[in-house]
């Protein structure tokens, strides 16, 4: 057996970055450990590996791998998606990385609409004229506590989890594909208790995230979003905000969240932050438009790129 068997490419969307696996071109036996090793920040996959001279601004290491299958005999053609994270776990979804499994397939058949199979149900995605942007749908918000899961007993059992206090923060619950907790630190509103009206970017994501990540009332956990309203939408233009993300499977902050930033949007709206169906959303890895109608599937729209391709152990045990 080759030692250096897998072909892997490595694309970002808005800084959320993956390697991609073609799942019918390598068979890697333990995913898990592929990943926790070709992931990792310090000693992961690195593109000086490959091309020594470049001098790219790609990281080491990935938010994870996705494994994917094309089938090129449906129309749309379709692609089976798998992301394994870097603690080893299996994803149902992921926005960002269904937004760059379309570029992959793009890249590979030049078109331009595919069907995305994810545990968490087929979604459809484009991309644009240069390849530059993915689109994906994203389903419909659900604030449902079996649906989050939120798990809690007496008067609240069967209460959807909105604007409640949960390991220090203001939290509202919803599944966006994968469980999310949104805390809004401006609040938009009276919130004596909470982080009120700070700076996003200077609170202690690492800090105070993991209690909430790691709260009983999610029994699956919960990625966990602090999120800013910096325009409310009731001028011109969508409603502006901004994001950070620490990410359940990663257990760290990623530069960007797509399941993250239908789910800010969708708390916004529900908590009457901002006006309209349409927002933009600033994570620290770019900008992400996201729609989210009152009724039917929420959109993500935003950049994708290709970082570099290369070869990795089949085994890297
Ligand atoms: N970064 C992804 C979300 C991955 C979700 C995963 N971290 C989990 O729920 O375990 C996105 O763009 O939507």
């Not at 996959?45 to 290491?61: L, T, W, Y």
């Not at 390849?131 to 209460?159: C, K, L």
Request: glycine content about 12%; overall charge negative.
């Amino acid at each position: 057996m080759n030692a250096h068997a897998v072909p892997v490419e490595k694309y970002h969307g808005t800084g959320n970055d993956f390697l991609v696996v073609d799942a019918d071109n390598a068979n890697v036996g333990d995913r898990g450990a592929f990943a926790r090793t070709h992931c990792d920040r310090e000693t992961g996959v690195d593109r000086a590996d490959f091309d020594a001279g470049s001098a790219g601004d790609a990281r080491r290491g990935a938010d994870g791998v996705l494994f994917l299958s094309i089938e090129e005999r449906f129309a749309p053609t379709r692609v089976v998606m798998t992301l394994v994270q870097p603690d080893g776990s299996t994803a149902t979804m992921c926005g960002n990385g269904a937004r760059v499994v379309a570029r992959w397939a793009h890249d590979r058949t030049g078109d331009r609409e595919f069907m995305i199979d994810t545990q968490a149900g087929t979604r459809r995605a484009t991309v644009n004229a240069d390849a530059s942007e993915a689109t994906i749908e994203m389903g419909e918000p659900t604030f449902g506590p079996t649906r989050v899961p939120v798990a809690r007993e007496g008067a609240a059992a069967g209460e959807p989890l909105v604007d409640e206090r949960v390991e220090g923060l203001r939290v509202t619950a919803v599944n966006t594909g994968v469980p999310h907790a949104v805390a809004f630190v401006d609040g938009g509103r009276d919130d004596a208790d909470g982080i009120d009206a700070v700076d996003l970017d200077a609170v202690d994501l690492d800090a105070v995230a993991p209690p909430v990540r790691h709260a009983d009332v999610f029994p699956e956990g919960a990625n966990v979003n602090l999120a800013a309203v910096v325009d409310d939408g009731s001028g011109e233009g969508p409603a502006v905000l901004d994001q950070r993300t620490f990410e359940r499977g990663v257990e760290g902050e990623t530069r960007s969240c797509g399941t993250g930033a239908v789910a800010v949007v969708a708390v916004a709206r529900r908590l009457g932050l901002i006006e309209g169906e349409s927002a933009v959303s600033r994570p620290p890895g770019g900008e992400l438009s996201i729609t989210v109608p009152d009724e039917g599937h929420a959109t993500l729209t935003g950049p994708v790129a290709h970082e570099f391709s290369g070869t990795l152990p089949f085994d890297p045990r």
